[in-house]
């Protein structure tokens, strides 16, 4: 006999670095482990079971064979720049990180609402997209804006794209693989802005981060870097202390520890 999920009965990612403000309202919330207990869930009432995403991966793979034809996602509602944003995010504990729409991302967008940014005519390269908030909006500031991220974040991208672009513009969207440090070198050197929302979280990834930054930093390069400085193990070091070596790092923005950077190709001709 195959187990039938209950439509009450959800499974989410949480830990500490997630934000547990949205899962307000329900009245008790604990850590799983192993257990699934869904034979006491009464009608009208949802059981959400929670835990760190790799306790949660088994237990999701299992239901994504049963839920095969459901798509599991939230939605999020942002306006900026007279634009209204739809953002999905899947769900699924294989997306992690990548299924939340982070402050740094929506932070990012409000600078450049509040800055009535235009990016018409440029080339523009979006790393770590997640739901891909910033990439489009972008996109419907004028860019022609390629969204990266690792490849099982692609499907989510592409459905917020579709979603939230008009079918005018669409072509000025692109969506692809850019997992750094690898495929950095699959990409052209042209691309005039580079955006990275909430990239700066993991200290695993920062080498690789690195490289890839300066493959695609050149003179003409302007790269935004919105980071949660309290939130994120290592992103003060970062941004302080490592960039600062490498480029020309100017703080442009702060807000509750979320602070953007504009990042330049640090000049080292000697004019004289
Ligand atoms: C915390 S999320 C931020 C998502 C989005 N930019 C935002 O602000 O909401 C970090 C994103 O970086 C991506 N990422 C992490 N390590 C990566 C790597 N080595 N190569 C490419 N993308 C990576 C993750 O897949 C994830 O989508």
């Given at each position: 006999m195959s187990y039938q999920k209950p439509e009450n009965l959800i499974f989410v990612p949480l830990s500490w670095?997630?934000?547990?403000?949205?899962?307000?309202?329900?009245?008790s919330c604990s850590g799983r482990g192993r257990g699934l207990t869904d034979q006491n869930l009464v009608e009208g009432t949802s059981l959400v079971l929670t835990d760190r995403h790799v306790c949660l991966r088994s237990k999701s793979t299992r239901m994504s064979a049963i839920d095969d034809k459901k798509p599991w996602w939230q939605e999020k509602t942002f306006e900026f720049s007279g634009h209204t944003l739809k953002m999905a995010m899947f769900?699924?504990?294989?997306?992690g990180v990548s299924a939340y729409v982070w402050e740094p991302g929506v932070e990012l967008c409000q600078y450049f609402h509040n800055e009535k940014v235009n990016f018409a005519g440029k080339k523009i390269l979006e790393l770590g997209?997640?739901?891909?908030i910033v990439g489009i909006l972008a996109v419907l500031l004028g860019g022609d804006v390629t969204l990266t991220d690792r490849p099982r974040v692609l499907k989510q991208i592409e459905y917020n794209v579709a979603a939230n672009i008009p079918s005018h513009s669409r072509h000025r969207a692109k969506v692809g693989t850019l997992v750094w440090?690898?495929?950095?070198?699959?990409?052209?050197?042209?691309?005039?802005v580079i955006l990275g929302s909430?990239?700066?979280?993991?200290p695993i990834h920062f080498p690789a981060l690195v490289k890839t930054l300066l493959h695609f930093c050149s003179v003409n390069t302007v790269i935004y870097l919105s980071s949660n400085l309290n939130a994120r193990m290592g992103a003060e070091n970062f941004h302080k202390e490592v960039l600062p070596k490498l480029f020309n790092c100017e703080l442009v923005h702060s807000n509750k520890g979320n602070c953007i950077y504009k990042v330049t190709k640090e000049c080292t001709d000697n004019a004289d």
């Open positions: 670095t997630l934000p547990q403000a949205e899962y307000g309202g329900y009245t769900k699924e504990s294989s997306l997209s997640g739901t891909g440090g690898d495929d950095q070198f699959n990409y052209s050197t042209d691309f005039e909430d990239i700066v979280y993991s």
